[in-house]
T-cell receptor
């Protein structure tokens, strides 16, 4: 089955700096890669996702890049703010026609605790 | 829409007791999932359902059971609770195709002593 590795496990930055979190996956058939943000005491919430037919996607201060050949993808947060402090999870899945009977099941990385210091 | 709701928020069980974690979604999603999250770890899939009456095992199904009698509800049953089942449990739902975003509930924290 799919295996997703996420690094680093903790990341501490100063407000205004950039933060980068990296994930690698094992199943070359995976084609959907979401990133979730989990605030203390809450469920994960999708912040951005990317599909395998796209190399990069941006949404304001957040961007995700995908390298299919190397089977890794990264989350980039620019101009970090204290409210960005949370646990971030990457995940991989096979969806759509290429996914067959995967039914959108997500395999998660271990999570990164991001702390942004004012 | 309330989205995905879970009850209870927190529960303490004694070893060997049973309980049902409730999950309800009001988005008319076909797909529903149960995950567990252990400290310092990512979420692991316990069971999932692609529609009413259809369920299947995920990565860590042992010690759990599920049912899906309606589109809205997807309860998770723990029989004979064990300390290894101490965790935070999340329910999620999504559309089947084209809109794969999984929407998560707030979680149920379970402590088995």
């Amino acid at each position: 089955g799919e295996n997703v590795e996420q690094h680093p496990s903790t990341l501490s930055v100063q407000e205004g700096d950039s933060a980068v979190i990296k994930c690698t996956y094992s199943d070359s058939a995976s084609n959907y890669f979401p990133w979730y943000k989990q605030e203390l005491g809450k469920g994960p919430q999708l912040i951005i996702d990317i599909r395998s037919n796209v190399g990069e996607k941006k949404d304001q201060r957040i961007a995700v890049t995908l390298n299919k050949t190397a089977k890794h993808f990264s989350l980039h947060i620019t101009e970090t703010q204290p409210e960005d402090s949370a646990v971030y999870f990457c995940a991989a899945s096979k969806v759509g026609e290429a996914g067959g009977t995967s039914y959108g099941k997500l395999t998660f990385g271990q999570g990164t605790i991001l702390t942004v210091h004012p | 829409n309330a989205g995905v709701t879970q009850t209870p928020k927190f529960r303490i069980l004694k070893i060997g007791q049973s309980m049902t974690l409730q999950c309800t979604q009001d988005m008319n999603h076909n797909y529903m999932y149960w995950y567990r999250q252990d400290p310092g770890m990512g979420l692991k899939l316990i069971y999932y359902s692609v529609g009413a009456g259809i369920t299947d095992k995920g990565e860590v199904p042992n010690g759990y059971n599920v049912s899906r009698s309606t589109t809205e509800d997807f309860p998770l049953r723990l029989e004979l609770a064990a300390p290894s089942q101490t965790s935070v449990y999340f329910c999620a739902s999504s559309y089947p195709r084209g809109l794969e975003t999984q929407y998560f509930g707030p979680g149920t924290r379970l402590l088995v002593l």
